[in-house]
């Protein structure tokens, strides 16, 4: 009989997928708040700023749970310059500097205070040095439709830009805004109701269901030897 192996081929599925499921759900990591320009798919593409200019674009969404903004800077095989962002809204205004320094395609962090609610802001990133430097950006089909403009001039590429959590979480820390933002997309009856039932439906579902094949399987294996006849 086969029951034995069965029962520990079972059992080390089930283990192997807790070996994986759970330290994938439970790590720290960072998590982006939301994200204004997403990186390109096809070829990076660059805003330039001369000295003293200003990249401004926006709308873009700040959530109540930024923590920092991030950008990528290329320096020309220099060091980075002094940069400022400044980002405004609604009853809403920071400014952040960035010393001097930095090495070429750094991606940058300055802290960003969460607001009250979510919110509405346009970004702008300055040039406080006197060389000039490309932001990293995007100007293939991921570019969103907004416009970013250097010292008033509309540019054809957007810089990559996203605002991050203040700190590092898990997967399970973010389910329920997981599920919130889940149900932005939804149709006139689902609701978060519905989606935490459909969340465990996958997360059980998907395993036990492929515990259960591989049990048939195997005892579909046993019942086809105990009806075959004896070798002569």
């Not at 040039?127 to 293939?140: F, I, K, P, Q, S």
């Not at 689902?190 to 996958?202: C, E, F, K, T």
């Amino acid at each position: 009989m086969r029951r034995p192996a069965t029962i520990a081929a079972l059992l080390t599925l089930l283990a192997g997928a807790l070996a994986w499921w759970v330290p994938y759900l439970t790590r720290q990591r960072d998590y982006a708040a939301s994200v204004a320009q997403p990186l390109p798919i096809s070829q990076p593409a660059f805003v330039v700023l001369g000295p003293s200019q200003r990249a401004c674009f926006g709308p873009v969404a700040l959530t109540t749970d930024s923590g920092e903004g991030r950008f990528q800077v290329g320096t020309y095989f220099r060091p980075g310059p002094a940069m400022t962002v400044t980002v405004t809204g609604p009853g809403y205004s920071q400014r952040a500097s960035v010393p001097g320094g930095f090495a070429d395609n750094t991606t940058l962090r300055v802290p960003v205070h969460a607001p009250p609610k979510d919110l509405l802001v346009n970004v702008c990133i300055a040039n406080g040095g006197g060389r000039r430097v490309a932001l990293h950006a995007a100007a293939d089909r991921t570019k969103v439709p907004y416009v970013t403009r250097v010292d008033g001039r509309a540019q054809a590429a957007n810089p990559t830009f996203a605002f991050y959590g203040a700190r590092r979480a898990t997967i399970v820390d973010h389910l329920p805004r997981i599920v919130r933002r889940t149900t932005l997309f939804k149709f006139g009856f689902i609701g978060p109701w519905l989606m935490w039932p459909l969340l465990l439906l996958v997360a059980l579902g998907v395993p036990l269901g492929a515990v259960w094949a591989l049990h048939r399987a195997f005892a579909q294996d046993e019942e086809e030897e105990a009806v075959r006849p004896p070798a002569a």
